[in-house]
């Protein structure tokens, strides 16, 4: 048998070199794989704090225009809703809304339009309310708290009855 020279430090070497370079591309596809799951993870925590908000500030309207349409002559209510983001007739959130409370009432400079033959009040306040609203993912058992603040014109019997 005739040795070549130079073989004996060639024994193996292509071995080592190959795992060391399997051993690395695993780990750069395993390293893609984890940042893309934290990606997915990141982008449905960001679509359901949208959706949350959404489902808060329907909730919140509703209550605003139902004080709004109110005589304001009695204190508001809160209330409790549901809402489904995706109509397919589940409810995938579900809303709390503290009562509305009277923050701040200022003497407003602005009269308020007034005809001939109209009794017109003296005075017009602007008043300011937090509404605040928890919501609740049933599924997940995530929840959050939505504050919101609303400026409302009153006159001066609406101001002593429902802001103190």
């Known amino acids: 048998m005739i040795k070549k ?11 080592v ?17 984890t940042l893309s799951t934290v990606n997915l993870k990141s982008v449905g925590n960001m679509q359901m ?23 304001t002559t009695t204190p508001p209510v809160g209330e409790t809703g549901t809402f489904d983001v995706n109509n397919d007739g589940t409810n995938d959130y579900t809303v709390i809304v503290a009562t509305p409370e009277c923050i ?24 300011v309310w937090e509404l605040r609203a928890t919501v609740t993912d ?12 609303v400026r409302v014109l009153l006159t001066q019997a609406q101001k002593n009855a429902v802001c103190p």
């Open 49 to 71: 704090r949208e959706e949350a908000l959404a489902a808060a500030n329907s909730i919140m309207e509703r209550v605003l225009g139902s004080m709004l349409k109110a005589s």
């Open 5 to 15: 020279p130079g073989a004996m430090g060639e024994r193996g070497a292509a071995l």
């Open 138 to 149: 049933p599924a997940s058992g995530a929840s959050s708290v939505v504050r919101s603040g």
């Open 104 to 127: 701040r009432a200022v003497v407003s400079g602005a009269a308020p339009k007034c005809e001939v033959g109209m009794v017109c009040p003296s005075d017009t306040w602007n008043t």
């Open 17 to 33: 070199v190959g795992l060391i370079m399997l051993l690395l591309l695993t780990l750069m596809v395993s390293g893609a794989f």
